[in-house]
């Protein structure tokens, strides 16, 4: 089975970093455009950033722009979101998804797998 699994999530402080890592089981993880989104309870999942297939290619929400950064090490299966400066709004469980397409995408119906989230919680 595909799976994919994020790491990294924790419970920080206003201002503080924070590096959540997906480590995907697909067969061909360079082929895959992968994403992050982020979900609040009671809230819809949210887009948060994207890598296609070529890792030069990445596009993020405005919300988090200059502040995060998604990057993949394809040796690894792996794809990373470096969350700096974080703010309380950034709390949520971020999901890690792959696109078969290798596509960028900021449309969560356009990607085939998903991950089961890490929590990142942000106080005050």
């Known amino acids: 089975q595909v799976q994919l699994v994020e790491s990294g999530g924790g419970l920080v402080q206003a201002g503080d970093s924070l590096r959540l890592s997906c480590a995907a089981s697909?067969?061909?993880?360079?082929?895959?455009?992968m994403g992050w989104f982020r979900q609040a309870p009671g809230k819809e999942r949210e887009f948060v950033a994207t890598?296609?297939?070529?890792?030069?290619?990445?596009s993020y929400a405005d919300s988090v722009k200059g502040r995060f950064t998604i990057s993949r090490d394809n040796a690894k299966n792996t794809v990373y979101l470096q969350m700096n400066s974080l703010r309380p709004e950034d709390t949520g469980a971020y999901y890690c998804?792959?696109?078969?397409?290798?596509?960028?995408?900021?449309?969560?119906?356009?990607?085939?797998?998903w991950g089961q989230g890490t929590q990142v919680t942000v106080s005050s």
């Open positions: 890598i296609g297939r070529r890792p030069t290619h990445t």
């Open positions: 697909l067969r061909t993880f360079s082929n895959y455009a």
């Open positions: 998804a792959a696109e078969s397409a290798g596509i960028p995408t900021t449309r969560r119906y356009d990607y085939d797998h």
